[in-house]
């Protein structure tokens, strides 16, 4: 297995989220993606790291998840405070990523910075289709000004969503296409698309290669089931825009190392995707290689 992978997006799932409801799907949905009974109660963070040590993952970028407005049927937050205390329990594991949720006004606003300001996180996190407005609606607008302002990234879900809920099912508001006016309007800002904008994985990669800070990521889709023309953007004129996530408990870290492997990435392809564009993306202790002139770590 490689080593020192960033893992640039997960999100909690021990048995204190599933058991206050802060997962946001139903059995439907783990039946949908394959997830057995037994899998479906939580896993403890101790078990976690040992997932994410075999699979050679150095650390993983959690998520204070925001989905929608919690005076909505299946909306919850996760407080920025829990997942600070996960990061300041395994500092050199986990670093912590600000939900977004434009329904608070100024102070979902204010609650934003403090995440970056006050406990470390190091980027955004949006769900618009759980708000049901498109990345590049006016009320995100605000979120996305402070970002520059803060100089962190911000990652939001592209592409299609799934029925996470059999009796509230939310719309595909997230076409990559959205991401450009936003690129326009605010070119300092920088944007993640994760979950490939599949099934318009192509608009993604056509938009993150139009705009200098535009970057795409595969997670919650196993690479097996990757776009060859996805596939061919990480291994050669995308190579410095994609990054490498999982979307815990979406998919198994170890599953995704492994079926990452057999893409038959070249090395310098494949040590930028696991590694060396989060550390020049994101402010993590171990960007500090980077400034020193080491080539990102352990080659893959």
């Not at 329990?89 to 609650?111: H, K, N, V």
């Not at 190091?122 to 407005?133: A, D, M, N, Q, S």
């Not at 799934?162 to 070119?187: F, K, N």
């Not at 038959?264 to 202790?285: H, I, V």
Request: proline share 8%; hydrophobic share 35%.
């Amino acid at each position: 297995m490689p080593e020192g992978i960033i893992d640039i997006t997960i999100n909690p799932f021990t048995p204190l989220e599933v058991s206050q409801g802060q997962v946001g799907v139903d059995d439907h949905f783990y039946e949908k993606i394959g997830v057995p009974p037994e899998g479906r109660a939580g896993v403890s963070w101790e078990n976690y790291l040992e997932r994410m040590d075999r699979a050679g993952i150095q650390r993983s970028l959690m998520c204070a998840t925001r989905a929608g407005d919690t005076r909505m049927k299946y909306s919850f937050a996760i407080p920025y405070e829990r997942v600070a205390e996960y990061c300041a329990q395994y500092p050199d594991r986990f670093s912590g990523l600000a939900g977004i949720d434009p329904t608070r006004g100024m102070e979902g606003l204010r609650e934003f910075e403090r995440g970056i300001t006050e406990y470390g996180f190091v980027g955004g996190h949006l769900y618009p289709h759980w708000f049901e407005r498109p990345p590049d609606h006016a009320t995100f607008y605000p979120f996305y000004a402070k970002a520059c302002e803060l100089d962190v990234p911000i990652m939001l879900q592209v592409g299609h969503c799934l029925d996470y809920q059999r009796d509230r099912v939310l719309p595909s508001v997230g076409r990559p296409s959205t991401l450009e006016r936003i690129a326009i309007d605010l070119p300092e800002v920088k944007l993640i698309g994760i979950h490939l904008g599949w099934p318009w994985t192509e608009e993604m990669i056509a938009v993150a290669y139009k705009h200098r800070n535009i970057y795409m990521a595969g997670d919650a889709y196993a690479p097996k089931h990757w776009p060859k023309e996805y596939v061919h953007f990480i291994d050669t004129w995308g190579q410095d825009k994609c990054l490498f996530g999982t979307d815990w408990p979406v998919i198994d870290p170890e599953r995704v190392v492994v079926e990452v492997e057999d893409l038959g990435l070249r090395p310098e392809s494949k040590q930028k995707f696991y590694r060396t564009n989060a550390l020049k993306l994101f402010d993590l202790p171990e960007s500090k290689e980077l400034d020193a002139g080491a080539p990102g770590g352990t080659q893959a």
